[in-house]
């Protein structure tokens, strides 16, 4: 069936780059996202790729496809504070819903 | 910037009680969602709503689970006898096309959570 994974915790220096890493199970996923979530807030998209594509870049955010593998990475460069937050994984489910992992916590110290 | 709402932010309640988890969405969006998240583990779909009528439901969404559209704004989701398991954060989201090109942008509320006592 469907599934996402990815590591739960990760913690980076101010300024270095944080790498999160998710794999997925469904090879039909059109479309795969990474969800942001602050505390107390809602999930919010932070940025999608399509299938056909191996990598898109927005701004401080590239994220990386690797089809044959089923694994996806999102990389944020020059890592602020502002950048703590829980990352969310997530694949299309058929026509209707969002497949997502547990969620990666990402910690940003000085 | 428009924004799904949900109230209460916390539910506290005890075994065998009813709840109704209430949100609010986008106001021109007509897809709506509910999903929960168990301490520590993945965001889980329960239930997609288009027109007055469910879409899609997952396992969880047996017979102690309801979703109503009762006044063209509200979103809401029942349940009615709950149980220690029960206990989760809920996020409702919305969107304003399905995903049948596989595109499907959903905006989510900051989650109700329930616990279960």
């Known amino acids: 069936g469907e599934d996402v994974e990815q590591s739960l915790f990760l913690s980076v220096r101010e300024g270095d780059s944080s790498v999160i890493n998710c794999t997925y199970t469904?090879?039909?996923?059109?479309?795969l996202y990474w969800y942001k979530q602050e505390p107390g807030a809602g999930l919010q998209l932070l940025t999608y790729?399509?299938?056909?594509?191996d990598m898109k870049q927005d701004q401080r955010l590239t994220v990386l496809l690797n089809k044959k593998d089923k694994h996806l990475s999102l990389r944020i460069a020059d890592t602020q504070t502002g950048d703590s937050a829980i990352y969310f994984c997530?694949?299309?489910?058929?026509?209707?819903?969002?497949?997502f992992g547990a969620g990666t916590r990402l910690a940003v110290h000085p | 910037e428009p924004e799904v709402t949900q109230t209460p932010s916390h539910q506290v309640t005890q075994m065998g009680q009813e709840v109704i988890l209430r949100c609010v969405p986008i106001?021109?969006?007509?897809?709506f969602y509910w999903y929960r998240q168990i301490l520590g583990q993945k965001v889980e779909f329960l239930v997609s709503?288009?027109?007055?009528?469910?879409?899609?439901k997952s396992e969880i969404f047996d017979d102690q689970f309801s979703v109503e559209r009762p006044d063209g704004s509200n979103f809401t989701l029942k349940i009615r006898s709950t149980k220690l398991e029960d206990s989760a954060m809920y996020f409702c989201?919305?969107?304003?096309?399905?995903?049948?090109?596989?595109?499907?942008?959903?905006?989510f509320g900051p989650g109700t959570r329930l616990t279960v006592l």
């Open positions: 989201a919305s969107s304003d096309k399905p995903g049948t090109s596989g595109y499907n942008e959903q905006f």
């Open positions: 469904d090879s039909s996923s059109t479309y």
């Open positions: 790729i399509f299938s056909n594509m």
């Open positions: 997530a694949e299309t489910g058929g026509y209707n819903k969002l497949i």
């Open positions: 106001s021109n969006h007509l897809y």
């Open positions: 709503f288009y027109n007055n009528e469910i879409s899609e």
